[in-house]
Antibody, heavy 120, light 110 residues
Framework: EVQLLESGGDLVQPGGSLRLSCAAS????????MNWVRQAPGKGLDWVSG????????YYADSVKGRFSISRDNSKNTVYLQMNSLRAEDTAVYYC?????????????WGQGASVTVSS | QSVLTQPPSASGTPGQRVTISCSGS????????VNWYQQLPGTAPKLLICSDNQRPSGVPDRFSGSKSGTSASLAISGLQSEDEADFYCGTWDDSLNNWVFGGGTKLTVL
């Protein structure tokens, strides 16, 4: 069974940094792209970032470009999201989602989410 | 506002057929496959339809997807109370070079 377990969510002050992790199991991690998708309270889904299976390609939403960085460690079956210069509007539940192959094919399995709150 | 346009709400009575539309452009739906996701209250999203009209294993055949030009649709037949959820379309956008979602449609079963 495919499982994704996010960790690292927290309350952080505006301008601060946070790193989310997503530990994957139940599939050949190194063969699939991975994504981060967020959902602000009461709002819709907002794709944040994606990374190819070999980490050779990374993609970002304009709203986080230059502030967030996605990476992966295929030896640890883990994908990360480094979030810097956090703003109040980054407050959301952040979901890790397994890609269906290439990043452009979207995601098929989602974790339960990690809550990030940016507030002073 | 979202790159993909969905109606904010839809409703139907048990047993009815309901459709949810998703409108995009030539840089997204017009060139790439569409996925649909269902998000039940308080839970993570779940893949419902992929590649425009393919149902992943375990998804009932009451759910179907279609696409024509720059628009896609999700149809739910034999509506059940447990179908009450938020539904999102999504696809790749070649101009933005990233994934995009619709704003979501809240389905109410009356």
């Amino acid at each position: 069974e495919v499982q994704l377990l996010e960790s690292g969510g927290d309350l952080v002050q505006p301008g601060g940094s946070l790193r989310l992790s997503c530990a994957a199991s139940g599939f050949t991690f190194s063969s699939y792209s991975m994504n981060w998708v967020r959902q602000a309270p009461g709002k819709g889904l907002d794709w944040v970032s994606g990374i190819s299976s070999d980490a050779g390609s990374t993609y970002y939403a304009d709203s986080v470009k230059g502030r967030f960085s996605i990476s992966r460690d295929n030896s640890k079956n883990t994908v990360y999201l480094q979030m810097n210069s956090l703003r109040a509007e980054d407050t959301a539940v952040y979901y890790c989602a397994k890609g269906r192959g290439y990043t452009r094919y979207g995601m098929d399995v989602w974790g339960q989410g990690a809550s990030v709150t940016v507030s002073s | 506002q979202s790159v993909l346009t969905q109606p904010p709400s839809a409703s139907g009575t048990p047993g009815q057929r309901v459709t949810i539309s998703c409108s995009g452009s030539s840089s997204n739906i017009g060139r790439n496959a569409v996925n649909w996701y269902q998000q039940l209250p308080g839970t993570a999203p779940k893949l419902l339809i992929c590649s425009d009209n393919q149902r992943p294993s375990g998804v009932p055949d009451r759910f179907s997807g279609s696409k024509s030009g720059t628009s896609a649709s999700l149809a739910i037949s034999g509506l059940q109370s447990e179908d009450e959820a938020d539904f999102y379309c999504g696809t790749w956008d070649d101009s933005l070079n990233n994934w995009v979602f619709g704003g979501g449609t809240k389905l109410t079963v009356l």
